[in-house]
């Protein structure tokens, strides 16, 4: 199976601030990497497929770049909505694995 | 409006069963590949399992192979999941999603928690 593995597993950051997630396949997945955001009580959504694929109606503050094992997600301007847990996921080969899970909190 | 709707869930003692059900509507749901998504509570998510849109191939995680088995009724617009020997480390919410070829997992239900505990 595929090891997905994210860091930081948590961050703290203010309103306005740039920030950038990573996530690190233990072998190549090409660009078959996803990016999801879930807030608390609620079913993850998708931001980012292809690595580096907006998902329609997601804000472009958002962007993902990547590929082959090493792969970031960027958020250009923290704004409060944002503040959620956010996970990468390969869907290269089955099973479908994801990473830990990268929790954004506000300092 | 595309929605998907979970029902099933519930409290099961260790070793027990349990049937979830995925209804969907608002898209051609032959057409779409679909999976299985747990979380385990305070926990990451955990892909499950996957089907084919017509229902031909299934694929596992190792951890539920042998003990889950997951099908669709295309007819009916239904997912399902039939869990047996169900353990604690099964105790999570599952959802179901929806896979887009051309993007990914891009619909998901609210989710149904399943609770394994004598």
Redesign the interface.
């Given at each position: 199976?595929i090891q997905m593995t994210q860091s930081p597993s948590s961050l703290s950051a203010s309103v306005g601030d740039r920030v950038t997630i990573t996530c690190r396949a233990s072998q190549s997945i090409s660009s078959y990497l996803?990016w999801?955001q879930?807030k608390p009580g609620k079913?993850?959504?998708?931001l980012i497929?292809?690595a580096s694929?907006l998902?329609s109606g997601v804000p472009s503050r958002f962007s993902g770049s990547g590929s082959g094992t090493d792969f970031t997600l960027t958020i250009s301007s923290l704004q409060p909505e944002d503040f959620a847990t956010y996970?990468c996921?390969q869907?290269y080969s089955?099973?479908?694995?994801?990473?830990?899970?990268t929790k954004l909190e506000i300092k | 409006e595309v929605e998907l709707l979970e029902s099933g869930g519930g409290l099961v003692q260790p070793g027990g069963s349990l049937r979830l059900s995925c209804v969907v509507s608002g898209f051609t749901f032959s057409s779409y590949d679909m999976?299985w998504?747990r979380q385990a509570p305070g926990k990451?998510?955990?892909?499950v399992s996957?089907i084919s849109g017509s229902g031909g191939s299934t694929?596992?995680?190792?951890s539920v192979k042998g003990r889950f088995t997951m099908s669709r009724d295309n007819s009916k617009n239904t997912l399902y999941l039939q869990m047996n020997s169900l353990r604690a480390e099964d105790t999570a919410v599952y959802?179901c999603a929806k896979?887009n070829q051309g993007?990914?997992?891009?619909d998901?239900?609210?989710?149904t928690l399943v609770t394994v505990s004598s």
């Open positions: 199976d996803i999801y879930q079913a993850p959504k998708l497929y292809a694929s998902q996970y996921q869907n089955t099973p479908y694995t994801f990473g830990q899970g | 999976s998504v990451g998510l955990e892909w996957g694929y596992y995680v190792d959802y896979f993007t990914a997992f891009d998901w239900g609210q989710g």
